[in-house]
């Protein structure tokens, strides 16, 4: 992902240390302390260091996530060495960067925080950004005999596109991201899963009525503007996108998918994420900025009167979307209201879709200063001193 607030990223990382769930695993062109506590501060301060004085990037944070399979062991050293060449193939090999390691989760996992700032203050071009990185990562899954991704999560991910209604052909536009998006993800009210859609500029509409003394009922896709609002287009009855995009086929689904979530710990694992994210949040964008360092979207219901009356989280790692209340009281959209009010957008606060893919938002590479020696720093877990 990109962001605005460096000291937020690396604040977020901390925490991990400060808890025991994590370590500084490398730096690269970063001071190294000599007692080995890192500091956010001055760890700020380096990064500014290397920066150009004046830039014009809004976002000029890049944050990270490399993802090993739960069954794959590999050592702190490896775990840095993938992250130098990942950072290295992408082209971002002689940017500032600090490696942190999570084991808060089933699996052990790697953050990288670097920014991407060329000498003459531009945001770096990343061009083809995403396909590069699924075959960077396909090479170090081959590399060191890692397992691949699940279900090819990362192709999936930038293979859909949200919708563009001004681009023609929009029953195409449509099939290709609701017939994966049902095979994929899982979700137990009609409000759920309109939400998962919303991140590809798609709505849906429950139909009832009756004909020739027949009730029926069935569902409308609809396009959507950049602003969440139904475009100026024919909607499509699902009956055109196949059986599968049905209301029949959908409300089956979701039986399923209440079966499925009560059955694992997606739910718990989506809790646990949350609410490292919300710990210490200041404000809305800040938690929309942590919950997609996790790979998770939330998307904002209002009513007229400009009050939340619904929150709903879409879990990329997992593949569950869930509303609030199921994780919890405190993540409700009355708990939302109270605590971030109108400092919370409507809809996911997303323009042009999502980005579901395994690595979030990354960056190409020119270079500042001359490359110091990455240190490697070994079975340490050092607490900041802010």
């Not at 004085?53 to 062991?73: A, C, G």
């Not at 003459?120 to 396909?138: F, H, L, M, Q, W």
């Not at 210490?280 to 939330?298: F, K, S, V, Y």
């Amino acid at each position: 992902m990109t962001g605005s607030n460096l000291y937020g990223a690396l604040e977020y990382n901390q925490q991990k240390v400060d808890n025991s769930a994590g370590c500084v695993l490398a730096t690269h062109r970063l001071s190294q302390p000599t007692d080995g506590n890192f500091s956010v501060a001055q760890t700020v301060a380096d990064f500014h260091f290397l920066m150009p004085k004046n830039f014009r990037t809004e976002k000029p944070v890049i944050h990270i996530s490399l993802n090993p399979d739960p069954k794959d062991t590999l050592t702190d050293g490896q775990l840095a060495e993938i992250a130098d060449k990942y950072m290295e193939r992408m082209g971002w090999g002689e940017q500032p960067y600090i490696v942190f390691k999570h084991s808060d989760i089933e699996r052990e996992h790697i953050h990288i925080v670097s920014v991407q700032v060329g000498r003459d203050g531009k945001k770096i071009r990343d061009g083809k950004r995403n396909e590069r990185s699924v075959a960077i990562t396909e090479e170090l899954e081959r590399e060191y005999g890692l397992h691949p991704a699940k279900g090819q999560k990362r192709a999936e991910g930038w293979q859909l596109k949200a919708v563009d209604h001004t681009a023609g052909d929009l029953k195409r536009q449509i099939v290709s991201v609701v017939r994966p998006v049902l095979s994929m993800y899982r979700f137990q009210t009609l409000g759920e899963f309109r939400a998962l859609l919303s991140l590809y500029n798609i709505g849906v509409e429950d139909v009832q009525g009756s004909r020739g003394g027949r009730s029926y009922r069935g569902l409308l896709y609809t396009a959507l503007d950049g602003d969440g609002r139904k475009a100026e287009v024919t909607p499509l009855k699902s009956s055109m996108l196949g059986k599968s995009c049905g209301y029949d086929a959908l409300e089956k689904l979701m039986e399923r998918s209440g079966a499925k979530i009560a059955g694992d710990n997606s739910r718990d694992q989506t809790r646990h994420r949350v609410a490292e994210a919300f710990v210490g949040a200041p404000t809305g964008n800040e938690l929309r900025e942590r919950l997609r360092a996790h790979h998770i979207d939330l998307y904002i219901r209002r009513n007229e009167g400009g009050r939340i009356t619904g929150a709903t989280f879409i879990d990329h790692e997992n593949r569950c979307v869930l509303n609030g209340s199921r994780l919890g009281k405190e993540y409700s959209a009355n708990a939302l209201q109270e605590r971030f009010g109108a400092g919370l957008v409507s809809g996911t606060g997303l323009v042009g879709g999502a980005d579901l893919h395994a690595v979030p938002d990354t960056p190409d590479t020119p270079q500042i200063r001359p490359v110091q020696r990455r240190t490697v720093v070994k079975n340490k877990k050092p607490k900041m001193r802010l």
